[in-house]
Antibody, heavy 120, light 107 residues
Framework: EVQLVESGGGLVQPGGSLRLSCAASGFTFSSYWMSWVRQAPGKGLEWVANIKQDGSEKYYVDSVKGRFTISRDNAKNSLYLQMNSLRAEDTAVYYC?????????????WGQGTLVTVSS | DIQLTQSPSFLSASVGDRVTITCRASQGISSYLAWYQQKPGKAPKLLIYAASTLQSGVPSRFSGSGSGTEFTLTISSLQPEDFATYYCQQLNSYPFTFGGGTKVEIK
């Protein structure tokens, strides 16, 4: 059974940093692109970043470029999101998700999410 | 960035109704469109990918169509478990944007 379990969320002050982790199991992690998607309280979904199977390609939404870094450790079946210079508008539930095999064909498995709250 | 506009943003329907949700892209995205269902407090669930391909395990009452800039998600006969919020997502170019969502509520 495919499982994605996020951790690392919490309360952080504006300007602070946080590192999210996503532990993957039940599939060959190194064979898939992986994404982070967030959802602010009561709002819609926002795609944040993704990373290629070997980590050689990474893409970000403009609002997090230069502040967030996506990475992965295929030996540990883990995905990460390093978040620096956090702002109030980064407050959201952060989901990690697996991209379907096949070019640009959707996110077929999602974790349960981890809440990040940026507030003083 | 490619903008996705969903309509309506809210709809009220009864069990058994046929429901159609539209997603319009600000520029052509071929068939690189996915649809998701999200229930309160839960992660989204993939329903349709490549605009019209049903994800494994999704009931056949869900269907998708369209290409280019206009897409639709249709639920042929609304069931109680279908009351949720639906999102489209384009995967044609970065960033992979989502539509604003359509909340389907019980009439």
């Amino acid at each position: 059974e495919v499982q994605l379990v996020e951790s690392g969320g919490g309360l952080v002050q504006p300007g602070g940093s946080l590192r999210l982790s996503c532990a993957a199991s039940g599939f060959t992690f190194s064979s898939y692109w992986m994404s982070w998607v967030r959802q602010a309280p009561g709002k819609g979904l926002e795609w944040v970043a993704n990373i290629k199977q070997d980590g050689s390609e990474k893409y970000y939404v403009d609002s997090v470029k230069g502040r967030f870094t996506i990475s992965r450790d295929n030996a540990k079946n883990s995905l990460y999101l390093q978040m620096n210079s956090l702002r109030a508008e980064d407050t959201a539930v952060y989901y990690c998700a697996r991209e379907r095999v096949g070019y640009s064909s959707g996110l077929d498995y999602w974790g349960q999410g981890t809440l990040v709250t940026v507030s003083s | 960035d490619i903008q996705l506009t969903q309509s309506p943003s809210f709809l009220s329907a009864s069990v058994g109704d046929r429901v159609t949700i539209t997603c319009r892209a600000s520029q052509g995205i071929s068939s690189y469109l996915a649809w998701y269902q999200q229930k309160p407090g839960k992660a989204p669930k993939l329903l349709i990918y490549a605009a019209s391909t049903l994800q494994s395990g999704v009931p056949s009452r869900f269907s998708g169509s369209g290409s280019g800039t206009e897409f639709t998600l249709t639920i042929s006969s609304l069931q109680p478990e279908d009351f949720a919020t639906y999102y489209c997502q384009q995967l044609n170019s970065y960033p992979f944007t989502f539509g604003g969502g359509t909340k389907v509520e019980i009439k």
